[in-house]
């Protein structure tokens, strides 16, 4: 629990009419205003260590207690003390009964003495606990009058009590309701009681104590088991109760399964329209969550926007089944939010709760919600050892790609950009190449998938613009006026400080921006709409090239030609492979020239491999082509020189 719990937990508990103060093994957190006035008559301060009052509490263990504080002023109190855990301390409460058999023992509300005359069979109470039933305080109160006040359930308890308390005089502590005297209100109060006998071997002729209405301090005790026990944004179990549930789950014969559920894009919502729909969002998630779950499985949030749930004694099958009917009514379920409807997703991954362990069966669910979010999102996967071996090797391979960025062993090649009227070179594209002499040699659409599922994609599109960079500042390729293109990662878009990063790189080198131009897939664009927006105007506007890259290859819409400000458009090599054959293929090409041109862009056209195709795609209007006909890929240090 965080702090912001405790202090909730405190601020609940101070309520409550007694006093009460929040305690750790340093001393006193926090304390009401009742508990400054159950030392401060007799100069004593729960801040001041000299008192001795802080040191009588710091010290509880166990309870309900009598505690003996010898006050400055030379007197000796008494008080009655009991706690409970909260987190990060305890929470004590104290009545002083010191006067224990006269009138009222305490100037704390809601406090008060009771005496019964076992003889006469009658019994007083002192003037505030007569307040607070709401009768009147010079109207004697007999045993069977009390007895009506009390609750039905109740009375049974109290009266044996009293009959063993009569007979042996013995202390005693109960919890009982009891009405107002006009039935408008059902208090509880905390009594306690004992015996007082005429002489040594007399029986017992009057039973005294203290009653105490606790039913603000029942509400807060109440709401701070709830806090403990609940996430306080989205009402679902906390991690903390979730985690024991699924100790004992792990420890039990039927052992189950165990969900673990991750919301799909939120950030991009907390983006778009803030933190409080994001949250409005998560809440409304968590009762969709809740009502699908049903009552037999717990659902908890372990962090952020993630949720788990343990289902007793369910096979992975059908837990598979289950969080897959979670995932599709998440998807069917629009969010009402301030910002207006809103849809969200979530993906799951499943796993069997491993026998006396814990760890391993939120790691077993974490590698196959790894997997669900890999293969397109939106849907549960269930652990096996095959996802195991398939997440080491890609363990295996990310550790690759970082140390290659440290020792240099990562590489760039350069693909020439011709223009097919001149068939001069305009531009070359950069393309990766691990190079760390392990097998088996690795090109980049075999290790870039599973980096750009991670941060590491950050650090590599980081480093390939940075070396382009480089690279434009040599002398060889500033005499020849070279301009290059990076490719940029959907992830990258992102990162916030992307624009403003690059635009300093070409400050500090000295390079124009217009020789620099970067790449992002049509995929990549319309997944991360708003951050190209904002990427791509920043760089345009400074100069920089941007080009959406591969289009046609994901959804095929022309749509976001128009929301994004894009110099170039690259046509995907579908598309261009069978131009010179393909009707369809040459409607298609032609239909993305005419709509570059109207719009002010330049046309690329990606994989011209034969010779035929030059002749075909100069007669539709393409501007520039790429491919092993134009020109093989050549390390970067060849075209500017080494040192780069």
């Given at each position: ?95 002083d009964e010191t006067d224990y058999d006269g009138g009222p023992v305490t100037e704390v509300p809601g406090t008060g003495t009771w005496d019964w005359d076992v003889v006469a069979d009658r019994v007083r109470w002192s003037p505030e606990l007569f307040g607070i039933i709401g009768l009147r305080a010079d109207v004697g109160v007999d045993r069977r009058q009390l007895t009506e006040l009390l609750h039905p359930d109740d009375a049974p308890l109290l009266r044996r009590t009293a009959i063993d308390a009569a007979r042996t005089g013995e202390p005693w502590v109960r919890t ?469």
């Open positions: 629990m965080s702090p912001d719990v405790l202090l909730i937990a405190a601020a609940a508990a101070g309520m409550a009419p007694a006093a009460m103060v929040v305690v750790d093994e340093a001393g006193v957190r926090w304390h009401n205003a009742a508990a400054a006035q159950l030392v401060e008559p007799y100069g004593g301060h729960w801040s001041d260590g000299s008192t001795g009052a802080a040191d009588v509490v710091t010290g509880l263990r166990g309870g309900p207690l009598c505690l003996r504080w010898a006050a400055p002023d030379g007197s000796v109190r008494w008080w009655r003390a009991e706690q409970r855990d909260v987190p990060g301390g305890r929470l004590v409460s104290l009545v009982i309701r009891m009405y107002r005297a006009d039935r408008s209100a059902l208090r509880t109060f905390e009594v306690h009681g004992e015996g007082r006998r005429g002489l040594a071997a007399q029986p017992v002729v009057r039973l005294v104590g203290t009653a105490r209405d606790v039913t603000e301090m029942q509400t807060a005790r109440r709401e701070v088991a709830f806090l403990a026990g609940h996430d306080l944004q989205t009402g679902v179990a906390s991690r903390q109760r979730l985690m024991a549930y699924l100790a004992e789950s792990a420890a039990g014969p039927d052992r189950g399964a165990v969900v673990v559920i991750d919301v799909d894009h939120l950030g991009e919502v907390n983006e778009l329209h803030g933190i409080a729909v994001g949250d409005e969002a998560l809440r409304a998630l968590a009762s969709v969550l809740r009502r699908e779950i049903g009552g037999g499985p717990l659902l908890g949030r372990i962090g952020g926007d993630r949720f788990a749930a343990v289902l007793p004694a369910r096979g992975i099958a059908e837990a598979v089944a289950a969080a897959d009917r979670l995932c599709a009514a998440v998807d069917r379920t629009p969010v009402p939010t301030g910002a207006g409807i809103i849809h969200v997703a979530v993906s799951a991954g499943v796993a069997e709760i491993v026998r006396d362990d814990v760890d391993a069966s939120l790691e077993h669910a974490g590698i196959a919600l790894d997997e669900a979010k890999r293969t397109g999102r939106n849907r549960a996967v269930g652990y096996s050892d095959e996802l195991r071996r398939a997440a080491g090797g890609r363990s295996a391979l990310l550790r690759r790609v970082a140390g290659a960025l440290e020792d240099g062993s990562m590489q760039l090649a350069a693909q020439p950009i011709v223009d097919l009227r001149t068939h001069r070179t305009t531009r070359y594209e950069l393309l990766l190449r691990l190079c760390d002499g392990l097998e088996p040699p690795l090109g980049p659409a075999e290790f870039l998938p599973p980096v750009e599922h991670t941060d590491l994609v950050h650090r590599l599109d980081r480093w390939v613009v940075g070396q382009a960079v480089r690279a434009l500042a040599t002398p060889r390729a500033r005499e020849s006026g070279l301009r290059l293109e990076a490719n940029l990662s959907g992830r990258s878009l992102e990162d916030p400080d992307l624009g403003g990063w690059i635009l300093d790189e070409l400050r500090r080198n000295e390079v124009q921006p217009d020789r620099l131009g970067v790449e992002i897939t049509e995929t990549a664009a319309v997944t991360e709409l708003a951050a190209a927006r904002g990427l791509a105007t920043r760089l345009v506007e400074a100069g920089v090239g941007f080009a959406l890259d591969d289009f046609g290859a994901g959804f095929g819409s022309f749509a976001y030609l128009k929301h994004l400000r894009f110099t170039s458009v690259k046509v995907a090599g579908d598309f261009v492979a069978q131009v010179d054959q393909s009707d369809t293929d040459r409607a298609l090409v032609g239909a993305v020239v005419a709509l570059a041109r109207q719009m002010g862009m330049v046309t690329v056209a990606e994989q011209v491999d034969r010779p035929e195709l030059v002749g075909e795609l100069r007669r539709l209007g393409v501007d520039h082509g790429q491919g092993f006909h134009l020109g093989r890929p050549a390390p970067l240090v060849e075209l500017v020189g080494a040192g780069t």
